[in-house]
């Protein structure tokens, strides 16, 4: 039965133009545009489809909920924008830069920028208030700088090296014992030992 029915739809619908009852929520999104049957499967649905700008693809949609129209609808031209108006002069040109002075630090210059756009003076220390720690990391750098420039006679004199003291005399070399007596003969051992017992008393 589902057969014939499917057939007789085909017949019916095949190329034709159609477009979706809005009401049903599933088909909302196809409210604006106009389909094309391209057949009905066997389940009845018909494949359409749509003259979306960039959708391409077939959908089953139940034929109930299609109307078959004479032609696509005519679409809506594009909304041309308007040009962006011109920005004004004044806010297109760009505030030049304040040349740093020289000894400040970009930080210092971007300051001075901000006051003078502001209209108010660059923010001074007030007297007794504490230094920012910016402030003292410089006072600490120019007090560096000032001990490595301080003249060499500013700094305290160092000690004369002491002289080492000489090595001590390498002791004289002793005289060897006489081998021989007065009378030219040769000297016992003992008369040897006797001999340098006497010389070191």
Not at 34 to 44: D, I, R
């Amino acid at each position: 039965m589902s057969i014939d029915r499917a057939e007789q739809l085909k017949e019916k619908l095949t190329d034709k133009y159609v477009v979706v009852d809005s009401s049903i929520p599933e088909l909302r999104r196809f409210a604006n545009w106009t389909g094309k049957v391209k057949t009905v499967n066997m389940s009845c649905r018909a494949l359409v489809e749509f003259d979306g700008p960039v959708d391409i693809g077939w959908y089953d949609i139940n034929p109930d909920f299609l109307v078959v129209v004479d032609g696509p609808r005519p679409k809506a031209a594009p909304a041309v924008k308007a040009p962006a108006a011109a920005k004004p002069a004044a806010s297109a040109a760009v505030a030049p830069k304040p040349a740093a002075a020289p000894g400040k630090s970009p930080l210092d210059a971007i300051r001075a920028q901000q006051a003078a756009k502001s209209g108010a003076a660059a923010p001074t220390p007030a007297a007794g208030a504490k230094p920012s720690p910016l402030d003292m990391i410089r006072k600490q750098q120019a007090a560096k700088k000032a001990e490595e420039a301080a003249p060499a006679a500013a700094v305290a004199e160092t000690p004369a090296p002491v002289a080492e003291p000489a090595p001590p005399a390498a002791p004289a070399a002793k005289a060897p014992l006489p081998t021989t007596g007065p009378d030219g003969k040769p000297l016992s051992k003992l008369d040897m030992i006797r001999m340098q017992g006497a010389k070191k008393s």
